[in-house]
Nanobody, 122 residues
C-alpha cells in the first residue's frame, strides 16, 4: 500500500508561483512512477505532469507550455511540482498519483493522494 500526502497548495495571484509537494510512504521505492493531475469543479480530471521511476522521463500536459516542472527527491520519497506563471484557469484541486507502471496522459494510476487546493486570483 502506497500512501501519498500532498502539500503546498494555496492562494496566489496570477503570474505567481507555487511549489507542490507529494510525500510518499516510506515503502515507496524510486522505481514508482509519480504523477500530478488536477480537477476543477464540474470538469474531468486532467493530466498535469509525470515522472518515471528513477526520474528518467518526464511528460507534461499540453496546457503547461513550459510553466511547470516536475522533479523528485528519491532520498525523501517526495515529488515536487513547481508551478510558475500561474493563471486563474490553473485553479483546481491538484492530486498526486503513483504506480509501478508509467502511464502519462491517462488516469490509470493505482495510488492517489487526497489533493491540495490551488487557487489563482486574477
Amino acid at each position: 500500500q502506497v500512501q501519498l500526502v500532498e502539500s503546498g497548495g494555496g492562494l496566489v495571484q496570477a503570474g505567481g508561483s507555487l511549489r507542490l509537494s507529494c510525500a510518499a510512504s516510506a515503502r515507496t521505492s524510486s522505481r514508482y512512477a509519480m504523477g500530478w493531475f488536477r480537477q476543477a469543479p464540474g470538469k474531468e480530471r486532467e493530466f498535469v505532469a509525470a515522472i518515471s521511476g528513477y526520474g528518467g522521463s518526464t511528460n507534461y500536459g499540453d496546457f503547461v507550455k513550459g510553466r511547470f516542472a516536475i522533479s523528485r527527491d528519491a532520498a525523501k520519497n517526495t515529488v515536487f511540482l513547481q508551478m510558475n506563471s500561474l493563471k486563474p484557469e490553473d485553479t483546481s484541486v491538484y492530486y498526486c498519483a503513483a504506480d509501478v507502471n508509467y502511464n502519462p496522459y491517462t488516469n490509470n494510476w493505482h495510488y492517489w493522494g487526497q489533493g491540495t487546493q490551488v487557487t489563482v486570483s486574477a
